[in-house]
C-alpha cells in the first residue's frame, strides 16, 4: 500500500529563515505528488504538484519541491518564511491505477514575526 | 470559495444517533472523494465515487456510508455515531477518475458527537 512520512510533526522558525520540510513516499512505479497548505481554519489549498517532467517544481506563494526519485522524496523549500505562511503542510501522492490521493500525516508550520 | 461547497459547516450531535454530510463538486467534476480529518490520524481517505459509482474504498467503517446522485452530489451517511466519530469531513473534487492533477477540497463539515 501506498504511504506518505512527513519528518517533521512541528517547525517554528523566524521571519526571513529559510523553510525544508521532508516528506517520502512509498511506491515504486509512476507516481504524482502534491503539496497542500491548511490555513488556520480553513480547507486545504494545493500549493504545488509534480506531474512529469521538471523534478524541481515551483509553486504559489514562492514554494518549490523537488523530485528526487532515488531517495522517493519530494522536500518542499521556500528561502524566505513570512509570518503569514504559518499554516500546516501535507504531502500527498498519487500512483498507478489508484485514483485517491494519500496524505501525510502533516507538519505544522509555525513563523515567529 | 473553492467550488466545492460542503453543507451544514458544523454539526453537534449525540452518540448513536445518524447524520448527513452533503457536498456538491467543482463544476464539471466527476469524481468526488471523502477524507476524515482528525487530530491523531490525520487526513484519512474514506471513499471514491465517480460519475455515480463507487471506485475506490479506504478506512471507511462499516457504519459510515455514501452515495453520488445523478447530479453529481454526493452525500456521506453516519450512524451509530461515537464520541470518536467526531471529526473534521472534508469532500474533495477532481474532474476525472485519476485525480492526476490533484484535488480541490471543501471547506469541511466539523462534526463534533457528544
Known amino acids: 500500500a501506498q504511504s506518505v512520512s512527513q519528518h517533521n510533526h512541528h517547525v517554528i522558525l523566524s521571519e526571513a529563515a529559510s523553510l525544508e520540510l521532508g516528506c517520502n513516499y512509498s511506491y515504486g512505479g509512476t507516481v504524482n505528488l502534491f503539496w497542500y497548505v491548511q490555513y488556520p481554519g480553513q480547507h486545504l489549498q494545493l500549493l504545488l504538484k509534480y506531474f512529469s517532467g521538471d523534478p524541481l517544481v515551483k509553486g504559489i506563494k514562492g514554494f518549490e519541491a523537488e523530485f528526487i526519485k532515488s531517495k522517493f522524496s519530494f522536500n518542499l523549500r521556500k528561502p524566505s518564511v513570512q509570518w503569514s505562511d504559518t499554516a500546516e503542510y501535507f504531502c500527498a501522492v498519487r500512483g498507478g491505477s489508484q485514483g485517491n490521493l494519500i496524505f501525510g500525516k502533516g507538519t505544522k508550520l509555525s513563523v515567529k514575526p | 470559495d473553492s467550488g466545492v461547497t460542503q453543507t451544514p459547516k458544523h454539526l453537534i450531535t449525540a452518540t448513536g444517533q445518524r447524520v448527513t454530510l452533503r457536498c456538491s463538486p467543482r463544476s464539471g467534476d466527476l469524481s468526488v472523494y471523502w477524507y476524515q480529518q482528525s487530530l491523531d490520524q490525520g487526513l484519512q481517505f474514506l471513499i471514491q465515487y465517480y460519475n455515480g459509482e463507487e471506485r475506490a474504498k479506504g478506512n471507511i467503517l462499516e457504519r459510515f456510508s455514501a452515495q453520488q446522485f445523478p447530479d453529481l452530489h454526493s452525500e456521506l451517511n453516519l450512524s451509530s455515531l461515537e464520541l470518536g466519530d467526531s471529526a473534521l469531513y472534508f469532500c474533495?473534487?477532481?474532474?476525472?477518475?485519476?485525480?492526476?492533477?490533484?484535488?480541490?477540497f471543501g471547506s469541511g463539515t466539523r462534526l463534533t458527537v457528544v
Open positions: 474533495a473534487s477532481s474532474a476525472w477518475l485519476q485525480a492526476n492533477y490533484g484535488y480541490t
